[in-house]
């Protein structure tokens, strides 16, 4: 297909399409003439995951990785998606100390893996300190409580991940990404519903309202 | 204790405390000159909870809401910790839609209360959109499993909340931002763990590394 046609059938606008074939991210077409080149399928897949990558949140360089990571799959695929994981939001200052003694304390607890050069240790360190000092300090018992259920929903997540490297860090990256705002748009609502004093399993206590 | 006692005890800067005076988040102190206030736990008090507030993202007009909400229970308690989440970030859109064909669907498979006005709502049907746009949708299998992990961390937070109002709401509004960033990264972890070689419960034939 033309360029054109490929701008049509991807939904994205002209002047991005210029600019990843320019930053090397969307591969070249095959010239057709001195001014038109061809565009096929691969073309409209790559398009769309660089969308869905720039949908959530990565930056250009960081498209960059994930994409190389796919092309290039020197490292077991376990390493591929550490590094694809790591690419994604959010970014934690540089300056970020390499201790984190919540997230060792809370790992152990849990007996999952330390390891601090897993971006997510230092964002549950951050996270877990933001929880002190607001008063509501991580305890044992809710560490087992949310330990529990979080591992029962990545498991789920893992079983169904692609075998191959090319689909499983997409997979991995934007399923990590996307899925992150409707787990806590859930809990949300599950508070919201189990605190309803139209909730029959509630406190009787609670049953003011008729309607 | 005087204002610069206040200042060095809450760790909220002069500047920031004659702010929140003037704006009425923070109570007069007690007149003891014609330049001079006495201050109290209350004002510490109330100091680290709006400094709480500030920290997960809410801007001034919002934590005005919140303290409202704590100040004036005119409401049930269900309906002042409604609005009190509705405080919370993420600020969507005044434009969106008042249809929510993917959270309504998800709300009635999972036998939960749907009520359009819940903030959340618009949160889930948006994240639910961005899940199709990607490639990765909702699943009725995954909405189950995701819906049954989600309700049980839901219900232990539930179960912790105090009863009065004015310690209901900070923990809820407290409680529900603080430890989203907590279970996105305990997931993140979690995957990391699951996937890893050196796990035993994981596929021998993955089990290449003997490090």
Redesign the interface.
Known sequence: MRVSELVAASGVPLATVKYYLREGLLMPGKSTSATQSSYGEAHLERL?LIK?LA??GLPIERIRTVLALIEHPEQ???ES??CA?AALP?YLDESTSSEFPRAEAA?IKLG??Y?PR?V??A??E???R??E????P?TDE?LE??????????????A?MPEAVEDAVP??V???A??????????????????????HSHDEA?E?HEQ
């Open positions: 769309a869905a949908g959530v077991s695929l376990f998606l550490g994981i959010p790992l999952q893996v390891d897993f997510a240790v964002q549950l951050r996270a877990l933001a929880a000092d607001v008063g509501i991580m809710r409580v949310y330990g529990r259920h979080v591992r029962g929903i990545a498991e789920y997540d893992l169904l997979y991995a934007l399923g990590t996307i899925y992150e705002p409707i787990i806590t748009a859930m809990r949300r609502l599950a508070h919201q519903d189990i605190a309803s004093p139209s909730n609670d003011r």
